[in-house]
DNA sequence: GCGTCCAGGTCTACC
DNA sequence: GGTAGACCTGGACGC
């Protein structure tokens, strides 16, 4: 996923400034709001730093992350009710979520469950690559889990925001779309923003004020689809077919390619696509075939060894130096 | 400061 | 099925 990944710029991870600076929201809403702290266990091979730091996500509006604090925050909508912003923190073999609002404890964490991805099981892929040198290091770090939004809609539009250009224009129109149309919670943050509240944009406000570019008429498409009820994200989670078939279903979306689509599998559970981008691509030449371009039919090669894993298993080939001792 | 070039993924038209 | 060109932005670079 460069996504996340495209030019990722990994010193933000140590920005504190301007992490503390956004991290949650206005100090004085938040006061006001009503405070509510639950803990959650985690599975044995579930690593908070390496959920977090798997992929770009986190450094993507509504998610604020504080490395020095081991701190990951993130506001979403309950069903049926107004913005809430979570804090996310690791508490000796569980993690410790505060929520600033009246959200029901279930939905906060199913929420979080979600997002941490606390219930997908990771033995077999492990179980895979703990004989494999150099990935072994993903077992034994217990990486691989790949931070999500609480919606497969976000996620979506996010994907979309990753495609032909650098991070920072990522980081962007994210951004943009918070603050423009994103609610606010009681702590100031705001929540992404909704199907329908995009799809009363029209396309010049994409273009103008999100700075999407060409995408502008994608998000305007997409957003009405969705806020119109002719395309279900949510529905892809748990979807009845196989991948291939379900790749087709979400290309439909327009402006969503392979790699889009294959990025956004990954984060459905379903690595049977690499999601090759010009990053992953690079990583590999450099990794794996002397600095050279090769077709990607040669990276398939390589993967196909990890049969349904594969997609897991180049993201943590390419992922490695990202967690090395500092 | 201005103009030019380039990278990035997807769509469309064409072969 | 494969390929070329267009789409748009922001960064890098040269002047």
Known sequence: MSVHYTNIDRSHVFAEKTLRDTAFGNGEMKDKAKKSTYRISVPANFSFRHTVESHGWYDLAPFRYDPQKSELAYTFRPANGSPEAVRIKEAKGALSLTVFGEAARTEVIAAVKHIMRLDEPLDEFYSLISQTPGLDWAANANAGRLLRSSTVYEDLVKSLCTTNCSWALTKKMVTNLVELLGEPSADGSRAFPTASAMAARPESFYRDEIRAGYRSSYFAEMADSIASGRVDPEKWLDADMPTPELKKEIKKVKGVGDYAAENLLKLLGRYDGLALDSWLR?????????????????????????????GLAIWCDMTESWFDEK
Do not use: V
């Not at 075939?289 to 398939?300: A, G, H, Q, S, V």
């Not at 090669?301 to 049969?307: A, L, T, W």
């Open 282 to 310: 690079s990583g590999f030449y450099k990794k794996h075939n002397r600095e050279r371009k090769c077709p990607d039919r040669k990276i398939e090669r390589h993967y196909s060894k990890f049969g349904k894993w594969r």
